[in-house]
C-alpha cells in the first residue's frame, strides 16, 4: 500500500494539485485524502475510482509503472494487477497506459455470493458497457433488478445507484468498459 500511497501523491503532485483540490475533484474529504498518500489507510476500488476521476488518469494507472511511449500496447492478463474486493472477488484494471483514456476497461470476477458494491462510488462518468463473460450476475439498478446470463451484454449510466452481485454457486466474470 505504501507504494499505491506514493503513485497517488506523484500523480497528485505532477498536475501541481493540492490535496484540497485533488480531494475535492475526486469527492473525498482531505483528511481522507491525507491519510490515503501516507499510507495509514488502504484504498477500496471505489476510492480508486474517485480519485482516478479526480486525476483524469485510468484506474491501472495506480498498479502499472509506464515505459516508454508505444503506439500499440500488448499484455497478458496474467500480468495485470488484481485488486481483491471486499465483498468477494476481484477488479483486474485492463486499461492500457499510453493510448487516450476516452474509456477503461475493467474485469470484474466475482466469487460465488461475492458483490461489486458501486452505490457508493460517486463517480463521474456516465457511461458503462458491461458483458458477462462467463456465469450469471444480477445487476441492482435505480431501484430494479436485471438477471444476466453469459454472453449477455448492456449499457448504463454509472452515475446511477447501482451494484452487480452474484447469487449463484459459481464464480462469474465481467468485462467492464466505462467512459473516462
Not at 450476475?137 to 451484454?153: C, G, K, P
Request: glycine fraction near 6%; include cysteine.
Amino acid at each position: 500500500m505504501q507504494n499505491i500511497a506514493a503513485i497517488i501523491k506523484s500523480l497528485r503532485e505532477k498536475q501541481s494539485l493540492s490535496q484540497r483540490t485533488l480531494a475535492e475533484q475526486a469527492n473525498l474529504s482531505a483528511a481522507a485524502l491525507s491519510q490515503l498518500e501516507s499510507g495509514r489507510v488502504s484504498p477500496s476500488v471505489a476510492t480508486l475510482e474517485k480519485l482516478a476521476d479526480g486525476l483524469g488518469v485510468s484506474v491501472a494507472s495506480f498498479f502499472i509503472q509506464a515505459e516508454e511511449s508505444q503506439d500499440i500496447e500488448i499484455f497478458n492478463l496474467q500480468d495485470r494487477p488484481s485488486v481483491p474486493l471486499s465483498q468477494g472477488g476481484h477488479f483486474i484494471p485492463l486499461t492500457a497506459l499510453h493510448q487516450p483514456i476516452g474509456f477503461e476497461p475493467m474485469l470484474v470476477q466475482l466469487d460465488a455470493g461475492g458483490s461489486f458494491e458501486e452505490q457508493q462510488y460517486g463517480i463521474k462518468s456516465p457511461h458503462t458497457f458491461v458483458w458477462v463473460r462467463s456465469g450469471n450476475a444480477v445487476l441492482e439498478y435505480d431501484d430494479r433488478t436485471y438477471a444476466l446470463t453469459e454472453m449477455q451484454s448492456l449499457y448504463y449510466d454509472a452515475r446511477k445507484q447501482h451494484n452487480w452481485r452474484n447469487l449463484s454457486d459459481a464464480s462469474c466474470e465481467l468485462l467492464m468498459v466505462r467512459s473516462r
